[in-house]
């Protein structure tokens, strides 16, 4: 069965560097997300992507963040100067249309030092 | 953000019963909904969605329902079993896009 992978699982940084996180979603798929779930806390939306372009952001989804569809399979998001508070589990998901169910990736844990 | 709520933390249910998870929602512009169940350290895995034109959607153990006038979903797992112990995720979403979820309910079901 298809489903979308994340690398790395677990991703571990000094305050102030960059980080890219990986995502390849399901190969057919033409919408891709970003969540994050801070510990304790809700599944938060960042970022859709559509058509090479953002289709929506939050309002956490700063100037800091940015993502890319480099290849046509991988799906990345770039936090360019990271923060203690960026700390988080981040979920890549896809769908194949916009009003399709989205399938999520297993998650990689950001932990910023 | 509290468009998608889930009041209940937590849900004991014995093994072959019936576990009743809630949701409520305000945003009334919400036209589909999904639940996804969670295990520690995995990502959210899709169960069963609904959209807003229905009021029950089935797909084996599982059925949502969804009362539109009261902003209130559920999903029923009917038998439960100690497999389906894990967190669960109420979803929504507005003309595709981005979903909004709620602060998840942890199900056990004790065998």
């Known amino acids: 069965e298809p489903e979308v992978t994340q690398t790395p699982s677990h991703q571990v940084t000094q305050m102030g560097q960059e980080v890219i996180l990986r995502c390849v979603p399901i190969?057919?798929?033409?919408?891709f997300y970003w969540y994050r779930q801070i510990l304790g806390q809700k599944v938060e939306f960042l970022v859709s992507?559509?058509?090479?372009?953002?289709?929506?952001k939050s309002e956490i989804f700063d100037d800091q963040f940015s993502v890319e569809r480099p290849d046509g399979s991988n799906f990345t998001l770039k936090i360019r100067s990271t923060k203690l508070e960026d700390s988080a589990m981040y979920f890549c998901?896809?769908?194949?249309?916009?009003?399709?169910?989205?399938?999520f990736g297993p998650g990689t844990r950001l932990t910023v030092l | 953000d509290q468009q998608v709520k889930q009041n209940s933390p937590s849900l004991s249910v014995q093994e072959g019963r019936i576990s009743i998870l809630n949701c409520d929602y305000t945003?009334?512009?919400?036209?589909?909904f999904l639940w996804y169940k969670k295990y520690p350290a995995e990502g959210p895995t899709f169960l069963i969605s609904?959209?807003?034109?229905?009021d029950k959607n089935e797909d084996g153990r599982f059925t949502v329902f969804l009362n539109k006038s009261a902003k209130h979903l559920s999903l029923h797992i009917v038998p439960s079993q100690p497999g389906d112990s894990a967190v669960y995720f109420c979803?929504?979403?507005?003309?595709?896009?981005?979903?909004?979820f709620g602060a998840g309910t942890i199900l056990r079901v004790k065998s």
């Open positions: 609904i959209s807003s034109i229905k």
């Open positions: 979803a929504a979403s507005s003309g595709g896009n981005k979903l909004v």
């Open positions: 992507f559509y058509n090479n372009e953002i289709s929506e």
């Open positions: 945003n009334s512009m919400f036209d589909y």
């Open positions: 998901a896809s769908s194949g249309q916009g009003l399709d169910e989205q399938f």
């Open positions: 190969s057919n798929h033409l919408y």
